[in-house]
């Protein structure tokens, strides 16, 4: 491995440790209590809209990026 292949790799790693990515799922007062929180604290990066979980169930499923510095 070449020295410019190991800093694009290192530059790679720390670019993907600033971020946390997760996929919550429960009812839509929950899920937006937790965006509350977490665009309060200044982490919120992203979130998705909300996408049924189908049939009869009631909850939501979406998509947060948070900062984890």
């Not at 491995?1 to 839509?28: C, D, F, H, K, V």
């Not at 979406?62 to 984890?68: F, G, M, P, V």
């Amino acid at each position: 491995m070449t020295t410019r292949e190991r800093a694009y790799a290192r530059a790679n790693n720390q670019r993907a440790a600033q971020y946390t990515e997760l996929w919550i799922i429960g009812r839509p007062e929950d899920i937006a209590a937790m965006v509350q929180v977490a665009s309060a604290s200044g982490r919120l990066v992203y979130v998705s809209a909300p996408t049924l979980m189908g049939g009869d169930d009631t909850r939501q499923r979406r998509y947060l990026r948070l900062r984890t510095n």
